[in-house]
């Protein structure tokens, strides 16, 4: 159906090739669900004279309860940056990202070597405007394995809540398949929940591995004042888990009473490591407060970490949000890595 008229539907709009059956069916045909979901229109229309909304199928997203869909375009294209002028708008989106001081920026020759050297630098682009970037280089894992270590993954304030970082992760995984290489790792701050619900829930991320103040002192915007503590992800990205999770065949672990109390095999054990549901807004309001969640879960972490347990997951009900634990899974990774 494409002419000059928009037809809404509930449908909600999820990346394509869009999943077929089970729990991800269900959830794409789940009418109740909350208003920050894009939903599908059908039709075309040249109300806004761009060739864009000229197809069979939009995904757009209400701008709050009540209000009317966000239209701004949708099809927002990722590919490699290559001219100077797009890597420079990669620096000044840093600085938006991350309120980095220009001392920390990673600078256009850095960025220009790694991607010319088995790197990757992808950008997303609202017509001639950068909303996001992915930057990452190749390493090696501690027993001489290639890897792919992602450094940079920014999103610009304005394209924030629109799924273009989880869009950005499968551009990256893509090119890094191509290359040969399964494994993608990163490091993020563990106290910030809507980087660990994307790292784990939505991407299928595994991390065993917590790092103690990574970065030293750093003086950005977000991090300033704290320990620059990290969880090292691990993305397996040709794993069947991975596949499954970007199928969406994984339901939200929303009651996360159901976690503790679900069967499990003799001596598996299990844990969850609760943080808050916003992070920025304690360590405003109370930097000391701040500094007791970092401490708390550090030693969370590096106790269920050092008793063979794995991030595996993240949970998120009304303001909570829980880290995922388990130890049949940080075997099953383990064995993965030593195959290696």
């Not at 599908?40 to 909304?53: P, T, Y």
């Not at 300033?224 to 990290?230: E, H, I, T, Y």
């Not at 972490?301 to 634990?325: H, K, N």
């Amino acid at each position: 159906m494409s002419g000059n008229v928009w037809e809404w539907t509930r449908s909600v709009y999820d990346e394509y090739p869009y999943p077929v059956g089970g729990q991800a069916l269900q959830q794409r045909e789940y009418l109740m669900a909350s208003d920050s979901h894009s939903r599908v229109l059908r039709g075309g229309s040249f109300a806004h004279n761009n060739e864009n909304n000229l197809r069979c199928a939009l995904g757009l997203r209400p701008l709050a309860q009540g209000q009317p869909p966000d239209y701004s375009p949708v099809s927002i294209a990722i590919r490699s940056l290559t001219t100077d002028a797009e890597i420079r708008a990669v620096e000044e989106l840093q600085r938006l990202a991350w309120r980095l001081p220009d001392v920390e920026i990673v600078p256009l020759h850095v960025l220009v070597t790694a991607a010319r050297n088995g790197g990757l630098l992808l950008g997303a682009f609202d017509g001639e405007r950068l909303a996001g970037f992915v930057f990452g280089f190749l390493g090696l894992t501690a027993a001489g394995q290639l890897k792919h270590c992602s450094h940079m993954a920014g999103v610009h304030p304005d394209y924030r809540d629109r799924n273009l970082g989880y869009r950005l992760k499968l551009a990256q995984r893509a090119h890094v398949l191509a290359q040969g290489i399964d494994l993608i790792t990163w490091t993020f701050d563990p106290l910030e929940a809507r980087n660990g619900w994307l790292n784990f829930h939505k991407l299928g991320a595994v991390c065993r591995t917590y790092l103690r103040s990574v970065y030293g002192d750093m003086r950005d915007g977000l991090n300033a004042g704290l320990p620059s503590d990290r969880l090292q992800v691990d993305w397996w990205i040709g794993s069947q888990r991975v596949e499954q999770r970007l199928r969406g065949d994984a339901p939200p672990p929303s009651v996360l009473s159901a976690w503790e109390t679900a069967p499990r095999a003799a001596g598996e054990d299990r844990a969850l490591i609760t943080i808050p549901a916003n992070f920025q807004a304690i360590k405003a309001a109370d930097l000391a407060l701040a500094m007791q969640w970092r401490l708390a879960t550090r030693q969370q972490f590096e106790s269920a970490f050092a008793q063979g347990m794995a991030v595996v997951d993240v949970g998120r009900e009304a303001d909570q949000c829980c880290y995922l634990l388990d130890a049949g899974t940080a075997q099953n990774e383990l064995q993965r890595s030593q195959r290696q």
